[in-house]
């Protein structure tokens, strides 16, 4: 099957910092990538759909200046928390479709202090 | 806006027993697939099965089956011969062939009993 990496596996930093997660497509390409985020126990909820070349279209809630988006190539889309806070702490986790199938980056554990 | 909800947070089944999961859905759309993926402990989503929307036949892979009523909106995962490595969290999810979006439902752990 197709392959999503996603880097950091894991993140700490101090409040007030940003921190980027990237997603990559590793052997095919994604014009579409998606971004979730899952607190403990919790489901994944959808917060953005990244589009190569394009802006990333949020879904309604999502704070679009907290979280930016950048899909520059057709095999990577970073997600930048800015200005990071605890309450942004979570696990996120990105995916892109190929062939009617998503494929899911492993998730990045971030934690804010 | 497509929906999807399990309504059991969390289910039990003996080692070697079947086991069922609920989801339903809604949506207005025509052309969509449903998923069941299996979270473990490390997080990574597992895709257990997918069923297109347009096909009557119900998915089955091995051990897992699916129970699909289109027209009630029902999209149950069987799990034959449970096995102790079943044992994780099991989202429901809706895709959208026209934005390619998941929508998830609220996830059942499921506990495997030796």
């Known amino acids: 099957g197709a392959v999503v990496s996603q880097h950091p596996s894991w993140v700490i930093c101090k409040s007030g910092t940003s921190v980027k997660i990237e997603c990559r497509s590793l052997?095919?390409?994604?014009?579409?990538m998606f971004w979730y985020r899952q607190f403990p126990k919790q489901s994944l909820m959808l917060m953005a759909t990244?589009?190569?070349?394009?802006?990333?279209?949020?879904e309604q809630g999502v704070e679009k200046d907290k979280f930016l988006i950048n899909h520059a190539s057709l095999t990577l889309s970073t997600l930048t928390v800015t200005s990071a806070h605890p309450e942004d702490s979570s696990f996120y986790i990105c995916?892109?479709?190929?062939?009617?199938?998503?494929?899911f980056g492993q998730g990045t554990r971030l934690t804010v202090v | 806006a497509q929906t999807v909800t399990q309504s059991q947070p969390e289910m039990s089944v003996q080692e070697a027993e079947t086991v069922t999961l609920s989801c339903t859905y809604d949506?207005?759309?025509?052309?969509?697939?449903l998923f069941w993926y299996k979270q473990p402990p490390s997080r990574q989503m597992i895709l257990v099965i997918r069923q297109e929307a347009y096909k009557q036949q119900n998915a089955t892979e091995n051990r897992f089956s699916v129970n699909f009523q289109k027209a009630a909106k029902s999209f149950s995962l069987k799990i034959s011969d449970s096995q102790l490595g079943d044992a994780a969290m099991y989202f429901c999810a809706y895709g959208s062939s026209n934005t390619g979006k998941l929508i998830f439902g609220q996830g059942t752990t499921l506990q495997v009993k030796p």
């Open positions: 995916s892109a479709n190929h062939r009617a199938e998503a494929f």
């Open positions: 990244s589009n190569e070349g394009s802006k990333a279209t949020y």
């Open positions: 052997d095919f390409q994604a014009t579409t």
């Open positions: 949506t207005s759309e025509s052309d969509y697939y």
